[in-house]
């Protein structure tokens, strides 16, 4: 079974700092994995994914993930953080199941709330 | 382009009262669609999934029911609030068959009082 887990359920950074959000999944099929960015009371919104391929991810407002199959990781990172990077970003897998590929549902973690301080 | 709509957005209403929060998906067919609740301070809790017309999956069982009565449309429902049911509803959908990539609506925001 898939599960994921996200380390700080809370993060601080001040801006133009590196921005850094941890993400370990559990999966016992090769995994696909996302990143999503939640703004207060707004849906969520895909930020990156991983399936295949490059496991360097780049995906909107410069944010990036590397999937590291020996680290079970999959860390969210930004090179310089923008006050508008103000968040909730939540991390998750995909249900597969071996043998008969996916389910189509996703776990999520719990979310780390990032705050940027001017 | 895919779209996903979702009302009304904010709701609120007294214990016992009926729930219906619809979700409607344009620009694709076919989909997976998708209902979960974020509670204060819970995460995602997902509640229902579709993959089909009248084909439901509840994940919780509670006092909440979901219908898909057309392809591209999903309707959470209550006969009967309680005030536990308060919280952010969103709707998602996914491409049958693609990398289970999920698209979120706006949400609807409920709170039973």
């Known amino acids: 079974a898939q599960s994921v887990t996200q380390l700080g359920s809370h993060v601080s950074v001040s801006e133009g700092a590196l921005v850094l959000l941890r993400c370990n999944y559990s999966s016992s099929v090769p995994p696909y994995l996302f990143w999503y960015v939640q703004y207060p009371n707004q849906g969520l919104q895909l930020l990156l994914k991983y399936t295949t391929g490059a496991t360097l991810v780049k995906g909107i407002n410069g944010f990036e993930a590397e999937f590291k199959k020996s680290e079970t990781s999959f860390h969210l990172t930004k090179p310089s953080a923008h006050m508008s990077d103000a968040a909730e970003y939540f991390c998750?897998?995909?249900?597969?199941?071996?043998?008969?590929?996916?389910?189509?549902?996703?776990?999520f973690g719990k979310g780390t709330k990032l705050s940027v301080k001017p | 382009s895919q779209t996903i709509h979702q009302w009304p957005a904010t709701l609120v209403q007294p214990v016992g009262s009926p729930l219906s929060l619809e979700c409607t998906v344009e620009g694709t067919s076919n989909p997976n669609l998708y209902w979960y609740r974020q509670a204060a301070g819970r995460g995602l809790q997902l509640l229902f999934y579709s993959v089909g017309i009248g084909q439901i999956s509840s994940e919780v069982p509670q006092n909440l029911s979901a219908s898909r009565p057309q392809d591209r449309q999903f309707i959470l429902s209550s006969k009967k609030l309680l005030l536990s049911d308060s919280g952010f509803y969103l709707c998602?959908?996914?491409?049958?068959?693609?990398?289970?990539?999920?698209?979120f609506g706006p949400g609807t925001r409920l709170t039973v009082l």
């Open positions: 998602a959908w996914s491409e049958r068959g693609g990398t289970d990539t999920q698209y």
């Open positions: 998750a897998v995909s249900v597969r199941v071996k043998g008969t590929g996916s389910q189509g549902n996703l776990i």
